[in-house]
């Protein structure tokens, strides 16, 4: 079997937790490297400044579960 090693922590904890049975997933958000502001949406120009080709992507690991 072929094992693929993650580089990047956050899908490591992804699939840790995906391995473990727990109902975790990935939650993204945009933030402009110019303003600095985060947006939920993705944007080619920014709503705030109005600059154009500054979105960043942003991505972090949520538990999914509900109580």
Do not use: W
């Not at 391995?19 to 985060?38: Q, W």
């Not at 979105?55 to 972090?60: N, V």
């Amino acid at each position: 079997t072929h094992q693929f090693v993650f580089k990047n922590s956050n899908f490591k904890m992804l699939k840790i937790l995906k391995d473990n049975s727990f109902n975790a997933g990935l939650e993204f958000s945009y933030r402009c490297s110019e303003c600095k502001n985060v947006i939920p949406l993705f944007f080619y120009h920014c709503p705030v400044c109005y600059e154009f080709n500054t979105c960043k992507i942003i991505y972090e690991v949520k538990n999914n579960e509900t109580h």
